[in-house]
């Protein structure tokens, strides 16, 4: 079964930086998909944050992370990255990584994705 498996959450202060990690098993990322990272944070709706398109590198990024998060691939290891940077209160939240084959108009809307991990949690303090 496809699993898609984040990692690097953690609690950090205002201004700090983390890089989160999206490992997919049984699912290759390197052929025609779309893989973002969302968030969410209790009685909230999940929020994308950011997407790229793994055959050719094509970004989007929510208004609320353009300057302070990138994202990357490694498509050898079947992984994607987030590295966020100037970090604050308000990026609190959990984490989410998903993907889905095929083209995208929305790539940063929930209903467009399949495949989902579980979370990571990101806290950061004032």
């Known amino acids: 079964a496809v699993q898609l498996v984040e990692s690097g959450g953690g609690s950090v202060e205002a201004g700090g930086s983390l890089r989160l990690t999206c490992v997919a098993y049984?699912?290759?990322?390197?052929?025609?998909?779309?893989v973002a990272w969302f968030r969410q944070v209790p009685g909230k709706e999940r929020e994308g944050v950011a997407a790229i398109w793994t055959n050719e590198g094509g970004l989007y990024f929510a208004d609320s992370v353009k300057g302070r998060v990138t994202i990357s691939q490694e498509n050898a290891k079947n992984t994607v990255y987030l590295q966020m940077e100037a970090l604050t209160p308000e990026d609190t939240g959990t984490y989410y990584c998903?993907?889905?084959?095929?083209?995208?108009?929305?790539?940063?809307?929930?209903?467009?994705?399949?495949?989902w991990g579980q979370g990571t949690q990101v806290t950061v303090s004032s």
């Open positions: 998903a993907a889905r084959r095929g083209g995208s108009r929305s790539p940063l809307k929930k209903s467009e994705y399949i495949y």
């Open positions: 049984e699912y290759t990322y390197g052929t025609d998909t779309w």
